[in-house]
């Protein structure tokens, strides 16, 4: 992308890469021919506003990085970045703390792109209790509170299967991203103990499921991810909702009590 020569061409085919496509398969999936978008990549053709937005959206690529090709190709970004206390995010603000207090007893927690915790619910303090204050100050990252060994790692009972999921999915973000922040996060969170081998997965697992040690016994958790579908804001698009459920009847039944 520091070519003088085609910016946008680079960035697409980085793009394209990143997604492990070939020019012919994103030349079928975009309704263009592969000729054409070789002479984009290549910079033999400039795209026009319109091809650079279709293009992302067939690459999946995040509304943030979209704003930088349309820079890369000349154009103004069109996808607008509110703070999340910004007057027009209120709706926003309003549908999370809906759905927070909707979750309870159970715990729920709403992250940024990098990790950080945006807001949780009442019940989210039985995650929360124990870390060091130093792991919870603005702000917090909740992979560096669930892994250092001054977080919530010495409460989690499967720490090591817990630590593969989680790294998993971060490495798997990088991938796609190529944030090196998270590159950053992630060769951090490499380096804490690993709490041992992760035992394969047994033949009839279907999630992987956070064990917590407590107060009250072993509790058992299975997580879920959601995120607003139809953002076109920059800030909104990368927020998402991380849900706690309990994975069976005895953490249910712990959960409504604590409440």
């Known amino acids: 992308m520091t070519s003088a020569a085609a910016p946008i061409g680079l960035a697409l085919r980085d793009w394209r890469h990143r997604r492990r496509l070939s020019q012919l398969d994103l030349a079928l999936e975009a309704g263009v021919s592969a000729r054409h978008l070789s002479f984009l990549e290549t910079g033999r053709s400039k795209p ?16 943030r990085d979209r704003n930088a090709l349309l820079l890369a190709a000349g154009f103004a970004p069109v996808f607008a970045e509110h703070a999340l206390d910004d007057a027009e995010l209120a709706p926003v603000r309003d ?9 309870e007893p159970y715990p729920a927690v709403v992250v940024d792109r990098s990790w950080e915790l945006i807001a949780a619910n009442r019940a989210a303090g039985l995650l929360t209790d124990g870390i060091a204050p130093e792991l919870m100050a603005p702000p917090a990252n909740v992979l560096r509170a669930s892994l250092h060994p001054e977080g919530l790692a010495p409460r989690i009972a499967n720490l090591a299967q817990w630590r593969e999921h989680l790294l998993g999915r971060l490495a798997r973000q990088v991938a796609l991203t190529r944030d090196p922040a998270l590159q950053t996060l992630l060769e951090e969170l490499r380096g804490y103990p690993a709490g041992g081998d992760p035992p394969p997965p047994a033949q009839h697992d279907v999630f992987v499921p956070l064990r917590l040690r407590t107060a009250g016994g072993e509790l058992a958790f299975l997580g879920t991810i959601a995120t607003f579908g139809t953002a076109v804001d920059v800030t909104v698009s990368e927020l998402s909702i991380e849900s706690f459920f309990p994975a069976d009847e005895a953490t249910a039944r712990a959960l409504r009590e604590l409440a």
């Open 48 to 63: 026009s506003r319109e091809m650079v937005l279709h293009l992302a959206d067939q690459l999946e690529v995040p509304l």
């Open 95 to 103: 549908a999370l703390d809906k759905v927070l207090a909707a979750h």
